[in-house]
């Protein structure tokens, strides 16, 4: 399927809805709503004559007639999301959380630390309040002119998360952010997510993407980060919706001089994923790491983008994906590393490497290189394979069972990425998911 036209016009007729809603209060905004729907309606959805969308189809996304998501909790409480086997009472220790139910924010399930002088909420009530950096920074680093799904949430722009961490602040707990789908009916939610971190600060900031119900649904998520200069962020983009859920999201950040941005994507769930990550290293000496790994069986879909921009002299980048697939799965990974003509001295790696647990699974894996200055060094690469039969025998020879080595081998090879990260709270949960999805779901096909 190449062209998708058919469902467009469904999120126009939604679009008129929502600024029946909201009328044209608030000025910029509506503005930049109406822009943003005008140039989704130019762009329509991608097809696979696209470049960056060639082997993802998202014909189920444009073709089923999604509902906008209402303000209502569909009985979410604490109860409800601690039944979940990866809810979010790992974090009841974070400083500060927010939780949004179908992309509008519940101040029941939410929670902030004020003493830790940061500020963590309603991205609609930092509108509403008009915080300087609100109009400032917002839609200044996902440009939907060029991207029909950040067109797409720009227009439908209405809630989500806004953390602000002040000149100098740093927190020793990470923050949380929860968007909960209810999932039981076909909705579309489009929560929206700003960051911005001040000079000389540092902070861990988790994006939490979680399902109660069974039933499809749409995300279409886009975050935009900030950061100042001497500033660490690091950022966990976790995301494990049902088996029928559809997902895009588009993190885009901006560095300044001397910053460091650390990135955690994980795939674990979804029917169709699409998970864009733009970094633009617009600061001399900036730094950045984009991990992620992602696990797929059934029918599945996950594909990657990663850009990486340097910008400025004297930045270095590091990048590693790794998959692995079972069963008809699919997956795609394009990561691209630019080095402007200015970026002299640029250190920048990528890695994307996959594991093939059947002979159904498929991948493509494109990693690529722009480089426009000669003081670099730039290095990339990919892998595709199978579980290696000498380790496979190996453990076997000692009395490890062959769902056992493979379960082992497997681990290991995803644990690299999860090893990673720094919130051990993250680790632990991810590593214990991991291992049970290996343990008690799909074996291999040679096993099967």
Not at 352 to 368: C, D, F, R, V, Y
Request: aromatic letters at 6%.
């Amino acid at each position: 399927m190449t062209a998708v036209k058919e469902t467009p016009g469904i999120f126009l007729k939604h679009f008129a809805r929502l600024e029946e809603k909201l009328g044209q209060n608030d000025g910029w905004l509506h503005e930049l709503r109406t822009n943003a729907i005008e140039r989704f309606a130019q762009l329509g959805f991608p097809t696979t004559r696209l470049e960056d969308w060639k082997y993802t189809n998202v014909g189920p996304i444009a073709t089923i007639p999604f509902q906008a998501a209402e303000l209502r909790w569909d009985g979410v409480t604490e109860e409800r999301l601690s039944e979940l086997p990866l809810a979010h009472s790992a974090f009841s220790e974070c400083c500060s959380r927010v939780v949004f139910v179908n992309g509008h924010y519940n101040p029941q399930l939410s929670s902030a630390d004020l003493e830790q002088r940061i500020v963590v909420g309603s991205l609609a009530s930092a509108i509403k309040q008009k915080t300087p950096l609100v109009k400032e920074h917002l839609a200044g680093l996902a440009s939907y002119q060029q991207q029909a799904f950040v067109a797409l949430n720009t227009a439908f722009l209405e809630d989500g998360a806004y953390i602000e961490i002040p000149k100098g602040v740093t927190t020793t707990l990470p923050i949380y952010v929860l968007f909960v789908s209810t999932a039981d009916e076909a909705i579309a939610s489009h929560p929206r997510t700003l960051i911005v971190a001040g000079d000389n600060s540092q902070t861990s900031i988790v994006e939490d993407y979680l399902a109660l119900g069974e039933g499809s649904y749409f995300t279409n998520a886009v975050t935009e980060i900030t950061v100042g200069e001497n500033s660490k962020i690091e950022h966990y983009t976790l995301q494990v919706e049902n088996e029928k859920a559809y997902h895009v999201s588009t993190i885009s950040a901006n560095q300044s001089r001397a910053s460091s941005l650390t990135t955690h994507s994980v795939s674990l769930g979804g029917a169709l994923v699409r998970n864009d990550v733009n970094v633009a290293l617009d600061g001399e000496g900036a730094e950045c790491v984009l991990n992620g790994l992602y696990i797929a069986d059934g029918s599945q879909h996950v594909d990657n983008h990663t850009v990486i921009e340097h910008v400025q002299p004297h930045c270095a980048s590091r990048e590693l994906y790794k998959g692995i697939l079972d069963d008809r799965s699919s997956a795609v990974f394009n990561g691209s590393i630019i080095v402007r003509k200015d970026a002299q001295k640029t250190d920048a790696r990528q890695s994307n490497k996959n594991l093939l647990l059947s002979e159904g699974a498929t991948i493509n894996s494109k990693p690529q290189l722009e480089i426009n200055a000669d003081d670099v060094k730039c290095a990339h690469g990919t892998s595709i394979g199978h579980l290696d039969e000498d380790s496979v025998y190996y453990l076997r020879s000692r009395g490890v069972g062959l769902a056992e080595a493979r379960t082992v081998l497997t681990y290991g090879f995803a644990n690299d990425v999860l090893n990673r990260m720094k919130v051990d709270e993250i680790r632990v949960r991810l590593e214990c998911a991991l291992l049970a999805r290996l343990s008690g779901g799909h074996a291999p096909m040679e096993e099967r």
